[in-house]
């Protein structure tokens, strides 16, 4: 029958349907797809249907308007004053919904006008609503909420570059210290070497110095054993056999001190780098 294709209830689906004019024909029997919509029927048809309806005398003057121009329908309710009337006026000067013998009763002279034409204009308004949420609202939120998501992974990617980037500079210090302790230890060896060498030097001063002395020692028991008097050392050029070459000298080392850098955490910083972060606040 007929009738139960007669109401369709409005969702946007139904709105897309429309546009691709995959709506079909409301009229039995009839598989045409409709473009056209009678308004006081609440049918889609077809346009041969259209044409029928608007030719036969009893539906000649019902409002046949393009599908996507129809009027929305009105929900049915009962006034409860008049049981047997449907709510569907509204007076705009009191701003209430009424049926047609309260209308008359009550609110004569007032300006009346078509509860279902008004319902169907704030009905459009309000599917053009979610319209422009879907259309326009919801894609550049949704994108936005994208550009978040891809800003997100990007920021990692950049800290993860950063953190290899402290890890390499941090390496080429400690490179850099490693070198400057090799050299520090080198210099400290050739000092070594140079005090040893000198001590060496003296060292062997003293030893040469203790064989002289031992061999005067040697040569004054040979002058106190002396059995003659003629040429007896002890009596003849006794200033000339008394001359001793004296003590050689010492010459102290000085001994090297290492005076540590003054070097605070700062400092290192100092020579390590910034990270640069712009102000977000
Ligand atoms: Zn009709
Ligand atoms: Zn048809
Ligand atoms: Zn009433
Ligand atoms: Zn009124």
Not at 224 to 243: A, G, Y
Request: hydrophobic share 30%; charged share 30%; with cysteine.
């Amino acid at each position: 029958m007929a009738l139960s294709k007669a109401v369709i209830p409005y969702t946007i689906q139904d709105e897309q349907v429309t546009a691709q004019h995959f709506l079909i024909c409301c009229t039995e029997d009839c598989e045409n797809s409709c473009q056209f919509y009678c308004n006081p029927c609440y049918k889609p048809m077809c346009e041969e249907c259209r044409d029928k309806h608007q030719k036969t005398p009893e539906t000649k003057y019902h409002e046949v308007v393009p599908y996507r121009d129809r009027r929305q329908k009105l929900p049915v309710e009962k006034c409860k004053d008049h049981p047997s009337k449907d709510i569907d006026i509204i007076c705009e000067n009191c701003q209430v919904p009424l049926c047609s013998k309260c209308a008359i009763r009550n609110h004569r002279g007032h300006k009346l006008d078509d509860l279902e034409t008004v319902y169907s204009d704030r009905f459009t308004i309000f599917v053009n609503k979610i319209c422009d949420i879907h259309q326009y609202l919801l894609p550049i939120s949704q994108n936005m909420q994208k550009d978040i998501k891809e800003d997100t992974k990007e920021i990692k990617e950049i800290m993860d570059k950063i953190r290899t980037s402290i890890k390499i500079e941090a390496e080429y210090l400690k490179q850099l210290t490693d070198m400057v302790m090799t050299d520090n230890l080198e210099q400290v060896k050739k000092i070594e070497q140079s005090l040893i060498k000198e001590l060496q030097r003296q060292d062997k001063n003293y030893e040469n110095y203790n064989s002289y002395l031992e061999d005067l020692i040697k040569d004054i028991h040979g002058y106190l054993s002396f059995d003659k008097v003629t040429d007896n050392p002890i009596i003849f050029s006794l200033s000339e056999h008394l001359k001793t070459k004296p003590i050689p000298e010492t010459k102290k080392p000085v001994y090297p001190v290492f005076t540590a850098g003054q070097n605070s955490k700062d400092d290192v910083a100092n020579l390590f780098g910034r990270i640069t972060a712009p102000n977000t606040k």
